[in-house]
């Protein structure tokens, strides 16, 4: 629970190995700033379903309707003033842009109606240099402090210390909440009990969940095989890299120093977190969840000024999930993704190179997207490249969003081809270096057929039938449009597969067939 901004505790981004305390924008109930100001019918339904939900949950606390309706109107009076000073998502996703070290006190020179040395004493933080991502937020909510009336402020933070237990709470609260939610979701139905449960073991005691997690499901074979799959990507993105005709030879042996450098992190951590000091009773949930929130808080901001530890984790290990993380430069596949559809311990080439083939090589490239490119080898936001070659880059990348803003997806919205910029590089290299890696395998020559498919026909099939053949609600897929940097799951498939000379191959696609793109506008950058 953080009300009002951001924090956390991570690595520097321009000194990667010390931790440090980074401030940024947050408070806002609703998913980005721009539910706030738009106009459209589905989102004025969604704002007004908001304060309904501020209304009922301030009612279910105990406050008159009169009262919860007033205060509804407070809260997202103060919310739209901080959506006015916040970023949109595209915005955040600049890490140069969004990167501002400042000591404290500059800081409460610069806003002085916010008391920053007693809320870091209440945070126990006792630094005088932080990370503030963006300055102009905080700004802003100095002069939301200075102009909003004492009761407004203490029936926000009540909403929002209530309304994040709510899923915790007696039926009435869980209910409300999901009411809100499935605006967003269009989930129909609330998922059962036993897998909400699930999920919050997953949240607050992961490391544990875990350690059971791996002993049931995660045999150490599988961790062998994984790592000949990370290797073997890790080469053949090397060779892509030194065969590119729009890079030069210096920032190649850069790029190279990067890859080469990439720690690789498979399954579960090294060390587990010891959760012996966190108290769990039956006699009330919300206590327990206290308790870990308390643990959580403590390891955290024990890290402040400390060394990064870089053996730690994200992700739990049965997350079903990956990820590259830049200041670490470091690829990371937990337990839970190693499973099939996206794993087969005993699965043949074409399975594995064709689905976690392509998510290790999709994590890889984060390393050189439109974010990741910008960190160096050691994790340092450092530039590392000639001015041509990163003009050249922008240039290939430019051509990357503009295939995907022509998805049309849902009505008349598209795919944000600028907020999707990272994951589509992602996506579009990671099958191009998965499918290389596959043609080095003995499996991919041969003629054999299984279920009437060749080896490079399953390649693809495995990706598109197994992993994304997902179907959306429209209320899901409206949201996912507006926030998540990932396209839908049909597009993770359509995009890069129809920029890839292999898919023609496999499956003769001549002009006129849905996913053909002419060679002249095919993007092929890493």
């Known amino acids: 629970l953080s009300p009002f901004f951001s924090f956390y505790v991570s690595g520097d981004d321009k000194n990667s190995t010390m931790n440090v305390a980074h401030f940024d924008q947050g408070g806002l109930g609703l998913p980005n700033r721009d539910y706030y100001f738009n106009k459209d019918s589905a989102t004025i339904k969604i704002r007004n ?6 209304t009922k949950i301030l009612e279910l606390a105990g406050s008159s309707t009169a009262d919860a309706r007033e205060a509804s109107i407070a809260v997202m009076n103060l919310e739209t003033a901080l959506a006015k000073v916040s970023k949109s998502p595209v915005q955040l996703r600049d890490p140069i842009a969004n990167y501002h070290k400042m000591t404290v006190r500059q800081l409460a020179k610069d806003n002085p109606a916010i008391s920053w040395q007693g809320l870091f004493k209440s945070m126990l933080i006792n630094e005088d240099t932080i990370l503030v991502g963006q300055p102009a937020f905080y700004k802003g909510l100095a002069s939301v402090f200075n102009s909003v009336p004492l009761n407004d402020l203490k029936d926000y933070v009540r909403f929002h210390f209530i309304s994040h237990f709510a899923p915790y709470l007696s039926n009435d ?8 939610a499935k605006l967003l979701t269009g989930q129909e139905e609330m998922e059962p009990r036993w897998k909400r449960m699930c999920r919050m073991v997953d949240d607050n005691l992961g490391d ?4 059971l997690y791996v002993q049931r499901f995660f045999p150490a074979e599988s961790k062998k095989r994984m790592i000949e799959l990370v290797n073997n990507l890790q080469q053949t993105f ?5 065969q590119l005709d729009w890079m030069s030879d210096s920032t190649k042996v850069k790029a190279l120093a990067k890859l080469h450098a990439m720690v690789k992190k498979i399954g579960y951590p090294d060390h587990w977190k010891d959760y012996s000091s966190v108290n769990i009773s ?8 206290k308790n870990c929130g308390h643990y959580a808080y403590g390891y955290s901001i024990n890290k402040i000024g400390k060394p990064v530890d870089k053996s730690e984790w994200e992700m739990t290990p049965p997350t079903v999930d990956a990820y590259y993380d830049p200041t670490q430069n470091d690829i990371n596949f937990p337990a839970g993704i190693l499973q099939p559809p996206f794993f087969y311990a005993n699965g043949d080439d074409a399975l594995n190179y064709g689905a976690i083939g392509i998510v290790i090589g999709h994590e890889m490239t984060h390393g050189f997207d439109d974010e990741g490119r910008h960190y160096d080898a050691n994790g340092n936001l450092k530039d590392w490249w000639t001015p041509e070659d990163a003009k050249r880059f922008t240039e290939k990348a430019d051509l ?10 849902l009505d008349s919205l598209h795919i944000n081809g600028h907020l999707t910029e990272g994951e589509n590089i992602a996506d579009i290299g990671g099958a191009a270096i998965a499918y290389a890696a596959f043609q080095k395998t003995a499996e991919a020559h041969k003629d054999t057929l299984v279920d009437g498919f060749t080896p490079d026909q399953r390649f693809f099939l495995s990706l598109a039938a197994g992993v994304w053949r997902v179907k959306y609600r429209p209320a899901i897929l409206r949201t996912m449009l507006l926030n998540n940097p990932h396209s839908p799951a049909e597009y993770r498939t359509i995009g890069p597969f129809s920029d890839n000379l292999g898919f023609y191959k496999a499956f003769n696609v001549k002009p006129g067939d849905k996913m053909y793109r002419p060679d002249s506008i095919r993007v092929s950058l890493w």
């Open 400 to 409: 990357i969003v503009k295939q995907y803003d022509g998805y049309t997806v």
């Open 173 to 180: 609260f869980v209910q409300a909440r999901f009411d809100f």
């Open 208 to 211: 544990a969940l875990g350690q």
């Open 238 to 242: 090397a060779e892509r890299i030194q």
């Open 282 to 289: 039956k006699d009330s949930l919300i206590a327990d969840l």
């Open 49 to 54: 379903a908001y304060q309904q939900y501020i």
